[in-house]
C-alpha cells in the first residue's frame, strides 16, 4: 500500500475516527457514518459510469480485476472515497497511467487525486484490486459470495450483497444516493465450459485459452447491490413480451437438469409484466431486457438480472406466507423479485433507513398481482392474511447517515399501509394513477421517504402527515375504542401519533356508516339496537370495546 497525504482536517478526521453516534437506542461507530453517510470526500463527484472487469477463479474462490470509474467534479475537488471490505484489497489507482496514493480506514480508501474544479467533463480513475471475497454465510441475508456445485459437480457461483454493500466483492462509492448516470459494463472471465450472466444485455464473447469473458452493457443507471454476477453451466430460453413501451426481450438461464421445470414455472414472468406495467407502469429497464437467472440462494432483485432459487413451485419455498391459500397462486420469487424492479431499481432509497420504500411496495405488489388476476377481495384476503408476520416492535423508518434499516415489519405492515391508503382513498382508478405516477415521476431517481410521501398526499389529495407518521414512524397500530350504551356509540381513536384521523367504514348490526374518530371522544346515534361495532376489515387498524 502506499502512503498518502490526507487532506481531512484534523479535527473532522479525528472526530470521525473517534466518536460514536447513538440513534434509537444504538451505537454506531465512524465506519458506519463512512459506509451510510454523504461524506466530503463523496459529495464532490457525481458518478457517471463503471467499467468493471473482473476474473473469477472457482477453484481458490479469489477474483481479480479493475473498476475504471467515470465522474465530474461538481464542486471544489477533495478526497475520493472508494470502498471496498476487506479481505479484498485494493492493489493500485491510477489516473492517466500514473500511480496515486490512497489512506485506508477500514472499509473506505481516500484517495488523493490531481486538483480540480467543477466542470462538465467527465474525469476518469482506475482502481485494481483482488482478494478472496466475503463468503456468502446464508444468502442473500447474509450475502457476498455463493461457491456452490450443481448437481453434476460444476461451480455454481453468485453474488448477494443487499445491505452488506457491493464493496463487499468490487470497488466502488458504495452508496445509494448517487447512480451511474449512463450505466455500467460488467466483462467477467471465467474458465471455459460456464457461463456468466449480469446485468443488461450481452453484447459480445470473448474467447480466451482457458477462460471466457462476458461482457454485459447496462445503459441505465444502476444502483450498486443490484450489480451480480453468476455463474454456472446454464442453458438459455426466452421470448419476447409485448409490452407498453414495444418488444421486450425477457432471458432465461437455468440449469441444464432443470430446464423443463423451468419452461414451465417461468410462464409466470410475462403474467408478472403484464400485472405490473397495468399497476405501475412500463417496466423501467427495456433497452436492458429483463432476466431471470438461477442460482445456488433464495433470490434477488438485481436490476434486469433477478435470481431464482425457489425450487420451481409457487409460495415462499412451496409456502403461503399468507396462509389464506393465495400465497400458493404465484411463485412468490418471481412476482416479489421481479415487483423491485419497480420499487428499488427504478424507485431508489437515497438512504438505508428508507427501506420500506422497496420493500413495503414490493410486498404490496404481491397484493396487487393477485388483484389483477383473481379479483379484489382475493387480493385483500393475501394481504391481510400477512399481518400475522408483523411484529410491530420498532419503526419501520430506521436511523439516517450510518447504512441501517428499520423494522423487518417494512414488508408487511409497509404492504397493509399502502393496502388501508387505498381503502381510505377509495378510488381504485386514482389509486393506480398514484402508484404509475410515482414510478413516472422518480423514473430512474433516488429518493427519501419524504418525496414519496409527498407525491402520495398531492396526488390523492388527502392529508397523510399523521397516517405516514402513525405507521412509518411509531411501532403502535391506532385502535379504535367505543362503547356502546341506549343506542348511542361513543368512540375515539388510541395509541396513536397526535393528529391522526383516518375515517373508517363501520357496521353495528345491519347499519353501516362512516367515522371521523380523532383522539378525542365523540358521540354517535345508532338506529339499531346493536352492541358490537366492526369496521372494515381492510384498515389496519385495532378494535376495542371499553366499559
Known amino acids: 500500500m502506499t502512503p498518502a497525504t490526507n487532506s481531512l482536517t484534523l479535527t473532522f478526521f479525528s472526530l470521525l475516527l473517534l466518536c460514536c453516534l447513538s440513534l434509537q437506542g444504538q451505537e454506531f461507530t465512524a465506519q458506519d457514518s463512512l459506509r451510510g453517510g454523504v461524506t466530503p470526500q463523496r459529495a464532490w463527484w457525481d458518478l457517471q459510469y463503471y467499467n468493471l472487469e473482473v476474473t473469477i477463479d472457482p477453484a481458490t474462490k479469489k477474483i481479480w480485476g479493475a473498476n475504471t470509474i467515470y465522474y465530474k467534479i461538481i464542486s471544489e475537488q477533495k ?71 450443481d448437481p453434476n459437480g460444476n ?51 470473448i474467447e480466451n485459452e482457458q477462460t471466457n469473458t462476458f461482457v454485459w452493457e447496462v445503459k441505465n443507471p444502476i444502483n450498486n447491490y443490484g450489480v451480480n454476477v453468476n455463474i454456472g453451466d446454464y442453458v438459455h430460453f426466452g421470448e419476447t413480451y409485448t409490452g407498453e413501451k414495444g418488444p421486450l426481450k425477457m432471458d432465461y438461464y437455468v440449469l441444464a437438469n432443470h430446464l423443463e421445470k423451468a419452461k414451465e414455472q417461468f410462464k409466470q414472468a410475462p403474467k408478472m409484466m403484464a400485472a405490473f406495467e397495468h399497476w405501475f407502469g412500463p417496466y423501467p429497464f427495456y433497452k436492458d431486457g429483463f432476466k431471470l437467472v438461477e442460482v445456488p440462494y433464495l433470490g434477488m432483485e438485481h436490476q434486469s438480472s433477478v435470481t431464482y432459487g425457489n425450487q420451481y413451485s409457487n409460495g415462499y419455498l412451496g409456502k403461503d406466507l399468507s396462509g389464506t391459500g393465495w400465497g400458493l397462486k404465484f411463485d412468490f420469487i418471481i412476482i416479489h423479485e421481479s415487483g423491485h424492479e419497480w420499487f428499488a431499481n427504478n424507485i431508489t432509497y437515497k438512504d438505508a433507513a428508507d427501506m420500506w420504500v422497496h420493500e413495503g411496495f414490493t410486498a404490496y405488489s404481491e397484493n396487487l398481482y393477485l388483484d389483477y388476476y383473481y379479483g379484489k377481495e382475493a387480493a385483500a384476503d393475501y394481504v391481510i392474511g400477512t399481518r400475522a408476520n408483523i411484529a410491530n416492535d420498532i419503526p419501520i423508518i430506521g436511523p439516517y447517515g450510518v447504512n441501517k434499516s428499520g423494522s423487518k415489519d417494512m414488508y408487511y405492515k409497509g404492504a397493509n399501509l399502502l393496502h388501508t391508503l387505498r381503502t381510505w382513498l377509495n378510488n381504485d382508478s386514482l389509486w393506480r394513477e398514484t402508484l404509475r405516477g410515482l414510478n413516472k415521476t422518480f423514473y430512474h431517481k433516488t429518493v427519501t421517504t419524504q418525496e414519496i410521501e409527498s407525491y402520495i398526499a398531492s396526488k390523492t389529495g388527502l392529508n397523510l402527515n399523521a397516517f405516514f407518521n402513525q405507521y412509518l414512524r411509531n ?73
Open 475 to 547: 411501532s403502535n397500530i391506532p385502535t379504535l375504542e367505543y362503547k356502546i350504551a341506549d343506542n348511542q356509540l361513543t368512540y375515539r381513536y388510541a395509541n396513536c401519533v397526535e393528529g391522526f384521523n383516518m375515517p373508517l367504514f363501520a357496521l353495528a348490526g345491519d347499519t353501516s356508516f362512516t367515522l371521523s374518530p380523532t383522539t378525542e371522544w365523540q358521540l354517535k346515534e345508532l338506529p339499531t339496537s346493536a352492541n358490537t361495532l366492526e369496521i372494515q376489515r381492510d384498515y389496519y387498524v385495532g378494535l376495542e370495546k371499553v366499559l
Open 155 to 205: 461451480p455454481f457461483i453468485a453474488t448477494s450483497c443487499q445491505g452488506l454493500g457491493a464493496s463487499v466483492w468490487w470497488p466502488n462509492k458504495d452508496h445509494m444516493y448517487d447512480e451511474p448516470d449512463r450505466g455500467m459494463t460488467i466483462a467477467a472471465t471465467v474458465p471455459k465450459g460456464l457461463i456468466n450472466v449480469s446485468n443488461g444485455q450481452l453484447i459480445k464473447t
Open 79 to 149: 478526497e475520493m472515497q472508494i470502498d471496498l471490505q476487506p479481505p479484498m484489497k485494493i492493489d493500485s489507482v491510477v489516473v492517466a497511467g500514473k500511480k496515486y496514493p490512497y489512506k485506508s480506514i477500514e472499509n473506505a480508501h481516500m484517495i488523493a487525486l490531481p486538483a480540480g474544479k467543477a466542470n462538465s467533463l467527465e474525469q476518469i480513475v482506475t482502481v485494481y484490486f483482488s482478494g478472496l471475497p466475503k463468503e456468502a454465510v446464508r444468502a442473500p441475508w447474509d450475502g457476498g459470495f455463493s461457491w456452490k456445485k
